[in-house]
C-alpha cells in the first residue's frame, strides 16, 4: 500500500508563486507514474500534470501549460508541482495520485488509472 502526503497549499495572492509537494512511502517500487489532480468548488475533479517514473516524461493539462511544472526528486521519493502566476481560477483542492504500472516513461492523464491518492492540501488565490 502506498500512502502520499500532500503539502504546501495555502492562501496566496493572485500572481504569487507556490511549490506544491507529495512525499510518497510504501510500496515496492518508487518509480511509479505520478499525477496532479484538482478539484475547484462546484466543478469535478481534473488532471493538472502527470510525470512518469523516470522523470523524463511530463504531461500538463492545456489549461496549465506554460504555468505548471511537475518534477520529481528520486531519492526523496517526492513529487513537486510548482504554480507560477497563480489565478483566482486556480483555487482549489489540490490531490496527488500514483499510478501502480506502466514502464519507466508511462504518463496518465486519466484518473482510473491512478492506485494511489492523496487526502490533498488547499490552495485558495485571492485577487
Known amino acids: 500500500q502506498v500512502q502520499l502526503v500532500e503539502s504546501g497549499g495555502g492562501l496566496v495572492q493572485a500572481g504569487d508563486s507556490l511549490r506544491l509537494s507529495c512525499a510518497a512511502s510504501?510500496?515496492?517500487?518508487?518509480?511509479?507514474?505520478m499525477g496532479w489532480f484538482r478539484q475547484a468548488p462546484g466543478k469535478e475533479r481534473e488532471f493538472v500534470a502527470t510525470?512518469?517514473?523516470?522523470?523524463?516524461?511530463?504531461y500538463y493539462a492545456d489549461s496549465v501549460k506554460g504555468r505548471f511544472s511537475i518534477s520529481r526528486h528520486m531519492a526523496e521519493n517526492t513529487v513537486y508541482l510548482r504554480i507560477y502566476s497563480l489565478k483566482p481560477e486556480d483555487t482549489a483542492v489540490y490531490y496527488c495520485?500514483?499510478?501502480?504500472?506502466?514502464?519507466?516513461?508511462?504518463?496518465?492523464?486519466?484518473?482510473?488509472?491512478?492506485?494511489?491518492w492523496g487526502q490533498g492540501t488547499q490552495v485558495t488565490v485571492s485577487s
Open positions: 510504501g510500496g515496492t517500487s518508487s518509480r511509479r507514474c
Open positions: 510525470i512518469s517514473g523516470s522523470g523524463s516524461s511530463t
Open positions: 495520485a500514483a499510478a501502480n504500472r506502466g514502464s519507466p516513461y508511462y504518463t496518465t492523464q486519466y484518473e482510473n488509472e491512478y492506485d494511489f
